[in-house]
């Protein structure tokens, strides 16, 4: 069973909410001004969640970071601006816009996407152990009869410095306001709810198939929020949007009705079912075709060393499980059993790389979300969901 989370565990003071209102440039400007000091410090954070233990390696690529990062930067700026230009010029506009408040050169911005590029391209091969656990269940199976998703995001500490919960209110036509999760210097997010009752929730996944286009995942959930208004519509929208990289979409929308979307950057896949949950691995028998072998090693050479010739699967694997058995156990989940299976340490009750609330040498569960797309409404955390408090906030 998962642990038992008091209600005084989920009410918490509020927290802070960047709210960018207008145009694209305008709403730039909104979240560059209010992450200004984050943005300022771009490198130091890379440097953290590269080298979160510091010592003398960290202190020689300190040196060396700014030009490394800048270079990267203008790298992303060159390749990424044209399929921007040519799919989601929003996007673009609202860059600019972030660097103008934000007083940073524009091209310090496209180093998140191009990070997340990069990882997307070496994870066919290679993949970095990113994780999250995500859970669905529909109007049936909640105890307050609503679809709802929870989700733990897990990634090195050190991002939390970046961390932006944010209100986006496109002036538009045809654009919806949504709630998001995301990171300071991006203009796409992780996870959110729009003003129809759509929610969505993306982890990271590690699937093979042909780019047509340099557009990171980020991008693609913030699209889905402002165009889409259900979860049959984010299904249609997705199948034929050029993309770069994998990616596991957790859907649910106003009308209860849910899907786990296992996306390649050339193909997906869809389940459903009154309950769900995915962490990282496919789950399809099409998509497992393209994710990483289960039995692939970590080589020994990677750091930290704890993982060296641990399976690269183990852990979403494990934490997959382990979720799976607590939604199982219950019948109509209320609100606090989602928090509590996104607390949980497994049945030895100790936090690790492989349970849902993660503790690993490298990653640990950094922020948690649960969204409720029928009031438009989420709940966000940053910290770990075992300690932390979540903040009730809504569109």
């Not at 990634?155 to 410095?161: I, K, Q």
């Not at 349970?355 to 649960?370: A, D, E, K, Q």
Request: with cysteine; charged share 25%; net charge positive.
């Amino acid at each position: 069973m998962a642990p038992e989370v008091s209600p005084e565990r989920v009410a918490a003071p509020a927290q802070a909410v960047v709210e960018c209102r207008g145009d694209y440039r305008a709403m730039g400007r909104d979240q560059g001004a209010a992450c200004r000091a984050e943005l300022s410090r771009i490198e130091e954070v890379l440097l953290s969640i590269a080298l979160p233990h510091g010592g003398r390696l960290a202190g020689a690529l300190g040196r060396v970071m700014p030009p490394v990062t800048g270079a990267l930067g203008r790298a992303g700026r060159r390749l990424m601006t044209p399929d921007l230009v040519r799919l989601y010029p929003e996007h673009l506009e609202r860059m600019i816009g972030i660097a103008e408040g934000a007083a940073v050169p524009v091209h310090r911005l496209f180093m998140g996407p191009m990070v997340e590029l990069v990882l997307n391209r070496a994870a066919y091969t290679m993949p970095p152990p990113a994780a999250c656990t995500a859970i669905a269940v529909t109007r049936g199976r909640s105890a307050s009869g609503e679809a709802i998703i929870a989700k733990n995001f897990d990634y090195p500490p050190a991002s939390s410095a970046v961390h932006l919960t944010r209100w986006s209110r496109p002036r538009s036509p045809g654009r919806a306001a949504s709630l998001e999760v995301t990171k300071a210097p991006l203009t796409g997010c992780h996870d959110g709810v729009n003003e129809h009752g759509l929610a969505v929730a993306y982890n990271y996944g590690h699937f093979r198939g042909r780019a047509r286009a340099r557009i990171s995942i980020s991008v693609l959930v913030q699209e889905l929020l402002e165009t889409c208004r259900s979860v049959g519509d984010a299904i249609a929208w997705l199948r034929d949007r050029p993309r770069s990289g994998g990616a596991l979409l957790m859907l649910a929308d106003a009308e209860g009705d849910i899907a786990s979307v296992e996306l390649a950057p050339d193909f997906l896949t869809v389940r459903r079912g009154e309950a769900l949950v995915h962490a990282n691995h496919a789950l399809t028998e099409d998509m497992a075709a393209r994710d990483v072998p289960r039995e692939a090693l970590f080589p020994r050479w990677i750091w930290p060393a704890e993982l060296r010739g641990r399976r690269l699967l183990e852990s979403s694997e494990r934490r997959h499980a382990r979720a799976s058995s607590l939604v199982g156990e219950r019948g109509a989940a209320s609100e606090e059993d989602l928090v509590a299976m996104l607390s949980d340490h497994g049945a030895a009750a100790r936090g690790d790389d492989h349970t849902v609330c993660r503790h690993g040498p490298y990653y640990s569960t950094t922020s948690s979300v649960v969204i409720f797309p029928r009031r438009r409404a989420m709940r966000v955390l940053v910290g770990s969901p075992c300690t932390g408090s979540f903040t009730d906030l809504s569109l």
